[in-house]
């Protein structure tokens, strides 16, 4: 995911831009917005941004060795967090039992809600969270060195979904994290984060899509018009 694939949100990409090249990145970052906003999506090409070998003033290079990787989800220096559910495979469940189909999910599109999640997992109605079982992965991950990047980078998914035992593990990380460290928490709910978690989290707020910067988009990516 580049910046360039993503609609619009002029403002926001340029802001992101602007913090790696002026190499002013905040260790701990909240992507907020209302669904369907792209934060998943900016939160990807941001990452992707930091992380990229040959990146330009607008955009990552795209074909770098990073890059490639990134466009797989593969890359070893990016992790992802996001709610799980108990039962299908494990009663102590973490985010990498279900790895291999989140990559596969977000590869299709970077804009979907917890119920499309759900759906594509098979379990109905369940109740998804971010487990206390989920810190000590976390923590255990990023106490490691980097493998091929300046930055480990860990995208949060819905951290309104955390635990409260998840939360109190992880603040002193948050706070202190290990060096080239760089939590990215992606929220539709901030109002539903935990309190100190927001506090010691930049917030970066994304409004939703204008409806021009869409019909360009649609248009540029797919011909079609507007009164389409």
């Not at 992707?48 to 070998?53: A, D, G, L, M, W």
């Not at 990146?55 to 890059?67: A, Q």
């Amino acid at each position: 995911m580049n910046f360039s694939q993503i609609p619009g949100q002029t403002e926001i990409k340029a802001k992101l831009i602007r913090s790696v090249r002026e190499e002013r990145v905040s260790h701990a970052q909240l992507f907020a917005g209302p669904e369907g906003c792209g934060g998943m999506a900016l939160a990807l090409a941001y990452a992707r941004y930091i992380s990229c070998e040959s990146r330009t003033e607008i955009d990552s290079c795209g074909t770098c060795k990073s890059c490639v990787k990134y466009e797989k989800m593969i890359h070893p220096d990016l992790h992802f967090v996001f709610p799980v559910i108990k039962g299908k495979k494990t009663t102590d469940p973490v985010s990498d039992n279900y790895i291999e189909e989140w990559r596969e999910f977000v590869k299709k599109s970077p804009y979907f809600t917890i119920n499309n999640w759900l759906d594509s997992i098979e379990v109905g109605n369940a109740q998804a969270m971010i487990f206390a079982s989920e810190a000590s992965e976390i923590i255990k991950k990023l106490s490691l060195k980097t493998f091929e990047s300046d930055y480990k980078i860990m995208i949060i998914w819905l951290p309104e979904k955390m635990h409260q035992a998840t939360s109190n593990k992880l603040l002193k990380m948050i706070e202190e994290p290990p060096e080239k460290t760089l939590f990215l928490l992606v929220s539709v709910e901030p109002d539903k984060v935990i309190p100190t978690i927001l506090s010691r989290c930049q917030l970066v707020k994304i409004p939703s899509f204008r409806r021009n910067d869409v019909e360009k988009y649609l248009y540029q990516r797919f011909g079609l018009s507007a009164d389409k």
